[in-house]
């Protein structure tokens, strides 16, 4: 999360109070003379009998915007500002200034927050800065709303709070400003957990309300994140949520032909073609996913991804070959042996890039399990023990 630096006003803020001093009321006066003093209270007391006396006065709405400020009463700062450029512009500059210089500490502010909450190990005081962060940020948006900066920092510590519903809205004022990446990316993905969730739950309650539920879910996700596709189409995070949220509605052969449409508009897209590949690997499609998969590495030889879905494909080709001779009753070949095989050298080479992945030591056991060299997969099942 960036923190802004930005050289705050040269031109201090109160060196407007005395412009016109002498044609100001008593009312006016009396307010600038407590606000000199810093004694912002009974600014207040004196800028509310001026309004109330004179509605139209710009100069006394611009300046309550002013104490509020300085008193962090930003929502009525914001309300005072927009009511003194209602009546005129005459304070407009001094209003811009203002609002920009309030933006930058509240964002500064949240930025440190968010900072000290991600390095807290404790989870009490974690929570504090993390909610601290929010309020900052909230705060920012009452000063600036405009201002995309914040809309992003607020969801990201939303998230990072595990407040996923609360970030849903920051996120997508975020998309309606900017059309974000990371805005389509984030939404896309809560939508689509929410989905998993709820279809997890359906099956133990059996309540098609949570069936129906889980379905929304997915279908908002897809509108989203086929809106990201459009404004990002090489972004691989939107078409990973992308693939899942499709798979997840059960609407595998509607996305087969999306990303297959992707592909052959972009045939050198790595991110088409490998979540290409893993939307027919899901369908079991095994030879095309094959297909797909290989493109990608031949885009991208060290595509990390593809390489292990490259893998997983042909243990899971092989694992349906065996069943289905199981099935049929029939003898066993080594056809299912000969998939195995196949995917061997790309486990072994994944789990090189990543030896930290516990998922790739235990499908690289099981292989070399069923090839029947078991001092390998003795191996890799004693180094699954030490990552477990």
Known sequence: MPKIKTTLMSILLLGFLFVGFQCSSTEMTSAKLYIQQKNYDKALESLNKEVQKNPKSDEGYYYLGVVNGEKENYAEMAKAFEKSLSISNKFAQQI??????HWVNLFNKGVGFYQKGTKDANKDTMKINFDKSISAFNNAILVLPDSSSAYKNLAFVYLSSDRLDEAIEPLQILINKDKSAEGYRYLGEILYNKGTELKEKYKTSKNPQD???AQDAFNRAITVLEEGRKNHPGNSEILLWLSNSYIGANKIDV???AFKAGVEAEPNNKYYRYNYGVLLLGANQFEPAVEQFKKAIEIDPNYQNAIYNLAVTYVKWGTVINKEADEKGVMQGN???????LALPYLEQVVKMNPKDAAIWELLGKVYTVLGDQQKAKDAFDQLDKLR
Do not use: G, M
């Open 211 to 213: 069936s129906i539920a």
């Open 255 to 257: 996305a087969i032909d």
């Open 335 to 341: 056809d299912y042996k000969d998939k195995y095989t």
């Open 96 to 101: 811009q200034d203002s609002r920009k210089y």
